[in-house]
């Protein structure tokens, strides 16, 4: 798989550093590359002290990529999974030697003890869709991700097949489930092309809240970033993942949407230096600051110097 150095880096930032528009992020992120340091390549050596009665097994296999916490807590409660053939309850453990099964298939969970952590961005192209299968046969992001040997990519969030821009993919499961979660209230910021004016008293019931057909629901923040002609872009942030969102508030108020591209998610921002149908993988101190960001400890590291690459994927092009 061919690589090549991004020549825009991405920008982090932990919870301590004030909100900034991505724009602004960006451009700041740009003005300190040269001051930069080489880059590290992460070699991770995981030293994790397990208790006596192992790790939960939500855990351990969240870890591994295998689902998300949430979604193995519910293969719990289905009576999916199984530890030396008996069902799983909720609290069981891990210990070395378990013989682990779900669906009544060997789950080889011993590997994901020394599993990495790895965290990609997307720039996800229109028209493709989240998800590993499709009935109607349109192109899937996962078909276009590195292969993992022990693992699987798990998408944190998702974009609707019209919607393009940033999304992150991880093979954590613990980490992806921190980073969607409601009570974390990540932002995510947008990209908007509209078709004509909005008049400021649109604007301001924007930001104080509309009724959708499932709640309340608003803007945190909203930009004019300008515009030729019909088109205007703006950029907004929202804190909740619904479905269709930003959309849904737009049309709520007869302002018709001509492209949405999600710039940021939490502290991660979209590099202009990412073409559509290319990914970036972050390096071992982007990923600790993720890492504060969600709230975890940070995985113990060793590193060796190396280049910053971004993964090319099957289907590229300029942006």
Not at 13 to 36: C, F, I, T, V, Y
Not at 55 to 81: N, P
Not at 284 to 301: C, N, Q, S, W
Request: net charge positive.
């Amino acid at each position: 798989m061919k690589t090549k150095q991004l020549n825009n880096p991405v920008a982090l930032r932990n919870k301590k550093q004030p909100n900034k528009p991505a724009s602004q992020m960006r451009r700041e992120n740009l003005r300190d590359a040269k001051k930069k340091a080489p880059v590290e390549k992460r070699l991770v050596d995981v030293d994790v002290e397990a208790s006596k009665d192992g790790e939960r097994i939500q855990k351990v296999l969240a870890r591994g990529g295998l689902a998300s916490r949430r979604e193995i807590e519910r293969w719990i409660a289905e009576g999916r999974l199984k530890i030396n053939g008996n069902v799983v309850t909720q609290g069981a453990h891990l210990k070395a030697g378990d013989y682990v099964q779900l669906n009544d298939r060997v789950v080889h969970w011993e590997k994901f003890e020394r599993q990495p952590t790895r965290v990609l961005i997307y720039h996800k192209p229109t028209g493709e869709i989240v998800s590993r299968n499709d009935p109607q046969g349109r192109p899937t992001i996962f078909a276009n991700l590195p292969k993992l040997d022990t693992s699987r990519w798990i998408s944190v969030g998702r974009l609707d097949v019209n919607t393009s821009g940033l999304l992150l993919v991880t093979n954590n499961g613990e980490l992806a489930n921190k980073l969607m979660h409601p009570s974390t209230e990540v932002e995510r910021e947008y990209a908007v092309r509209i078709l004509g004016e909005v008049p400021d008293e649109k604007i301001e019931l924007l930001k104080q809240g509309v009724m959708l057909e499932d709640g309340l629901a608003k803007f945190d923040q909203i930009y004019f970033m300008g515009g030729d002609g019909a088109n205007k872009w703006y950029h907004v942030v929202v804190s909740e993942g619904r479905n269709r969102l930003v959309r849904r508030l737009w049309e709520a108020q007869n302002v018709v949407v001509s492209r949405l591209m999600r710039v940021r998610y939490g502290p991660v921002v979209l590099s202009d230096g990412l073409r559509t149908g290319k990914c970036y993988e972050l390096d071992a101190k982007e990923l600790a600051l993720l890492f504060e960001f969600a709230g975890l400890p940070v995985e113990t590291t060793s590193v060796v110097k190396g280049e910053k690459n971004d993964v090319k994927t099957k289907h590229s092009s300029n942006r």
